[in-house]
Nanobody
Framework: QVQLVESGGGLVQTGDSLRLSCVVS????????MGWFRQAPGKEREFVAV????????IYADAAKGRFTVSRDNAKNTVVLQMNSLKFEDTAVYYC???????????????????WGQGTQVTVSS
């Protein structure tokens, strides 16, 4: 069974940084594309960033480009989302998700992910 556990959320001020981590239990971590999503109150869950199973490709949502960086350590079954220059509108529950590598493009849609963490709250005060 695959389990994803996020950590690192919290309450920060505008302009601050946070580092979210996600540890994945189970085998085959290196074969998962790993994504980050977020969901603000009253809104749908939205894509933030993804890193391919090989680590060789990353994709970011427009809102994350230039401020967020996704990375992974396959030896530690860990994916990290470094968030800098946080804004009030970044406030949301952040979810880590794993998509089994099936070939083709790196997934950015919620429906293409197989496993999800429980989420970690990020609150940015203005």
């Amino acid at each position: 069974q695959v389990q994803l556990v996020e950590s690192g959320g919290g309450l920060v001020q505008t302009g601050d940084s946070l580092r979210l981590s996600c540890v994945v239990s189970g085998r085959s971590f290196s074969r998962y594309n790993m994504g980050w999503f977020r969901q603000a109150p009253g809104k749908e869950r939205e894509f933030v960033a993804v890193i391919a199973w090989s680590g060789g490709r990353t994709i970011y949502a427009d809102a994350a480009k230039g401020r967020f960086t996704v990375s992974r350590d396959n030896a530690k079954n860990t994916v990290v989302l470094q968030m800098n220059s946080l804004k009030f509108e970044d406030t949301a529950v952040y979810y880590c998700a794993a998509a089994i590598e099936r070939g083709g493009s790196v997934p950015v849609a919620v429906r293409n992910y197989d496993y999800w963490g429980q989420g970690t709250q990020v609150t940015v005060s203005s």
